[in-house]
Nanobody
Framework: QVQLVESGGGLVQPGGSLSLSCAAS????????MGWYRQAPGKQRELVATITRSFGVNYLDSVKGRFTISRDNAKNTVYLQMNNLKPEDTAVYYC???????????????WGQGTQVTVSS
């Protein structure tokens, strides 16, 4: 019902920047909270940032001041601008839709396929 396609991952040196995007498609009327999560090897998936439909934001403490989440409601797309990247930011990054009003009703908990972000010199 909802498909999420992520793009923008890659390899970057410490201190560099990357921008991720995630576009949602399907029989969507509107989307509630969207977010980014990440999972490093051997670690649990953790919340990086979320943004509500009315643009309220929340960040993992370790990324505050470095990462910025944004969204375009008209395009059903969420973005993550990552600056001053550190090796510990290396992970697979996943976007998530918490809830969506669909033409067929409500749907919850949709995940993207993940995109690799590697920070290394």
């Amino acid at each position: 019902q909802v498909q999420l396609v992520e793009s923008g991952g890659g390899l970057v040196q410490p201190g560099g920047s990357l921008s991720l995007s995630c576009a949602a498609s399907g029989n969507i009327i509107n989307i509630s909270t969207m977010g980014w999560y990440r999972q490093a090897p051997g670690k649990q998936r953790e919340l990086v940032a979320t943004i509500t439909r009315s643009f309220g934001v929340n960040y993992l403490d370790s990324v505050k001041g470095r990462f910025t989440i944004s969204r375009d409601n008209a395009k059903n797309t969420v973005y993550l601008q990552m600056n001053n990247l550190k090796p510990e930011d290396t992970a697979v990054y996943y976007c998530k839709v918490d809830g969506a009003r669909l033409t067929t009703g409500w749907g919850r908990d949709y995940w993207g396929q993940g995109t690799q972000v590697t920070v290394s010199s």
